[in-house]
């Protein structure tokens, strides 16, 4: 084999380990555990692999959450609560064989994300730039006149903004407004 | 002199242990290991009833283990240059010794009520049954055990026949473990 075709075969290998792991990455993905929901979240789905004859016992604790859809199936929807926190083993799925035996529980921490921004302004034009503080640290700030996780009245002008602040796919939002400043005449001498 | 005992121990072993029965054999359709809801067939065949103190035979036994249902008899022994009578399925019985039997086949001699028959074999017979549904390693064994009439009192003419049980299978249902991959979110 010469040079060249060994390049082309590495090549093709090179080409097949990127389909395979794209693959894997498309059908088999696996959640992290713990699971990171947000605060009141509705019809998240939940699946374990299916098998043809088996069938699928869920139950959810803590964190609100409620089973919707999909009891007795391999796929279920959860709408979750409005208090955020950890909450050890609140998914836990037990598989039965055909002839009725259980399997052992499978089960998954889930995290609901709370996320506040704190509030700010009223600002009137040419105030300074003023730091935007989201809860828990680490996420994004995003909207009119948000730059580096701050916000500039001047930037932004005159009017009522909606900032967002957003992590692991959830969102929050925080209302400003950059008022008009006083329209003064000019100086009269009587 | 020690070997000599030994050959000595060995015979009245022997003897001891396969008085009237031999040549038996068996199989399985499909072979094990088997899951719930599984039906087997099985074939059993005794080439030979030797008549110990004109001991003769009157009844098949199938011991099963509690893993096993639905016994059903698809073919009957035959009764080779043997007495009037035929080979009955039967689930129970009491013989008149007071031996609890079954289930399996008896023979009813239709001549002398309570005697086996005159045939000294082979008998070969079949017969089926299920695993039955389970969650756990339930006992599966499956043994045939061949009974004279000395046995169940229908004659007295010195030592009955006393063979051990002829273990055709010895094992437990197959589990297969229920293995649940991980809970994923969408």
Redesign the interface.
């Known amino acids: 084999m010469t040079y060249k075709e060994n390049k082309q075969t590495l090549l093709a290998l090179f080409i097949l380990m990127i389909l395979m792991a794209t693959t894997t990455l498309t059908f088999g993905?696996?959640?992290i555990?713990p699971?990171t929901?947000c605060v009141n979240a509705v019809a998240?789905?939940?699946?374990?692999?299916n098998t043809a004859t088996?069938t699928y016992q869920w139950t959810v604790v803590g964190g609100g959450g409620a089973l919707q859809t999909g009891q007795g199936s391999n796929s279920i929807t959860i709408d979750w609560g409005a208090v955020g926190g950890l909450y050890p083993n609140a998914?836990e799925?037990?598989?039965?064989?055909a002839?009725?035996?259980?399997?052992?529980p499978?089960?998954?921490d889930v995290f609901i994300l709370d996320l506040s921004g704190n509030a700010i302004g009223p600002f009137c034009p040419g105030d300074p730039t003023t730091a935007l503080v989201g809860t828990p640290a680490g996420g994004t700030w995003s909207g009119t006149g948000v730059s580096a996780n701050a916000f500039d009245p001047t930037t932004a002008g005159i009017g009522a903004y909606v900032l967002t602040y957003s992590m692991a796919g959830c969102n929050t939002t925080i209302n400003v407004i950059v008022n008009n400043g006083p329209v003064t005449g000019p100086i009269q001498h009587f | 002199m020690k070997r000599l005992l030994f050959i000595l121990c060995f015979l009245v072993s022997l003897t001891a242990n396969s008085q009237c029965v031999s040549n038996q054999s068996s199989n399985m359709t499909p072979a094990g290991p088997y899951v719930?809801?599984q039906v087997v067939t099985i074939n059993y065949t005794l080439g030979t009833f030797t008549q110990l103190n004109l001991n003769w035979i009157i009844a098949f036994q199938i011991n099963l283990g509690p893993g096993w249902t639905n016994l059903q008899p698809l073919i009957t022994p035959g009764n080779p240059i043997g007495s009037t009578g035929f080979w009955m399925w039967d689930l129970q019985n009491t013989f008149p010794s007071g031996l609890n039997w079954g289930p399996g086949w008896r023979f009813i001699n239709t001549g002398t009520a309570n005697w086996g028959t005159g045939s000294t074999g082979p008998f070969t017979m079949r017969f089926r049954v299920t695993v039955a549904?389970?969650?756990t390693p339930d006992n599966l064994s499956i043994s045939m055990n061949v009974i004279g009439d000395c046995l169940t009192g229908g004659w007295n003419n010195g030592s009955c026949c006393v063979d051990p049980a002829y273990n055709i299978y010895n094992n437990n249902v197959l589990?297969?473990?229920?293995?649940?991959?991980?809970?994923?979110?969408?």
């Open positions: 993905q696996t959640t555990n699971d929901v998240e789905q939940y699946f374990v692999t088996s998914v799925v037990i598989e039965s064989n002839a009725g035996c259980p399997g052992a499978v089960l998954l | 719930p809801g549904p389970t969650c589990i297969i473990p229920i293995i649940t991959p991980n809970i994923n979110h969408y």
